[in-house]
């Protein structure tokens, strides 16, 4: 049997083919509605299946929210499933947005439910909150590595509260690093050594302003929502992450889905996030 290919290495063959837009699968109810559709199972059914449809083919990256499938229930679960598989099959990679975290032996679980080959929700990658302390997320990470898939590990959140929690300056902590800083530095060494790029991102808000106080050079991907509706803009995108600008996915939701449910506006919207990121990113260059 051939190795896995790692989830960083698949992550960076398609940013760098079809961009690194991320585009969020998020059926809210107001969506739905917005969309002509039942707040029902086959109003997510449909909402999904076109989000799928208009945009697996083209962007690096989709991230369903798990939360919007599980508010239905079993059968919830059962689109979101279809979504991942279907998604899959066209060439898109799915984060799947989940923010698991507990304790080590409740996480092996978790992560066998979206990280095991062959499970009914298997992921490319999952998002993990390690505020139970980022050890607790060993069985996660191991899984990770078995299967070549990938954890994007909650660090600094594009919401106004995270910094409450995220910004706590560490006890005992010779370097004074606060507990962002310390989710990235730990990201950093699960990372080492690895190319192009390891397979352990953190997700950092693009709302945040100039990060150049933290180390962002964790040598994984940086999960970057909060682009749109959260009104951070593509033009953000250097002045927050400088020159790790070069493994930011951007993530847009809302900002994206509120174009639907025609197929040819969502591609369309999509386009246009995706050529202002590139716009973005090029202008940073000449400037350096
Ligand atoms: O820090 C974080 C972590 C995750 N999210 C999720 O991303 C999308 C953003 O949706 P928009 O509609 O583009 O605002 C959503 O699923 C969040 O749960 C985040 O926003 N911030």
């Known amino acids: 049997m051939s190795p896995v290919e790692p989830f960083g290495a698949r992550l960076r063959r398609a940013m760098d083919e079809r961009g690194p837009l991320c585009v969020g699968i998020d059926p809210h109810a107001s969506l739905l509605t917005d969309w002509g559709l039942n707040d029902d199972i086959a109003g997510l059914e449909r909402f999904s299946r076109t989000v799928v449809e208009a945009l697996a083919d083209r962007v690096a990256v989709l991230k369903p929210q798990s939360a919007f499938f599980e508010r239905f229930g079993s059968r919830g679960i059962a689109v979101l499933e279809k979504s991942v598989e279907e998604a899959r099959a066209s060439g898109a990679l799915v984060v799947m947005d989940a923010k698991r975290g507990d304790i080590g032996s409740t996480m092996a679980a978790y992560a066998s439910a979206f ?163 590139r716009a973005a990113a090029a202008a940073a260059w000449r400037l350096r």
């Open 115 to 277: 990280l095991e080959k062959g499970s009914p929700l298997f992921s490319d990658a999952l998002t993990v909150s390690p505020y139970l302390g980022y050890g607790s997320l060993k069985p996660a990470v191991e899984l990770a590595r078995e299967s070549g898939a990938g954890l994007f590990v909650l660090a600094l959140t594009s919401n106004p509260e995270g910094g409450e929690v995220q910004h706590a300056v560490r006890p005992g902590d010779a370097a004074g690093r606060n507990v962002g800083a310390t989710m990235l530095a730990h990201l950093a060494e699960e990372n080492a050594g690895e190319a192009p790029m390891g397979s352990f991102g953190a997700v950092v808000g693009a709302t945040l302003g100039d990060l150049s106080s933290y180390d962002l050079d964790i040598n994984g991907p940086l999960l970057a929502p909060g682009i749109g509706a959260q009104g951070a803009t593509p033009a953000d995108l250097p002045g927050v992450f400088g020159e790790a600008v070069r493994r930011v996915v951007p993530n847009v939701s809302r900002g994206v889905l509120r174009h639907g449910p025609d197929v040819g506006a969502l591609r369309a919207s999509a386009e246009r996030f995706a050529e202002d990121i």
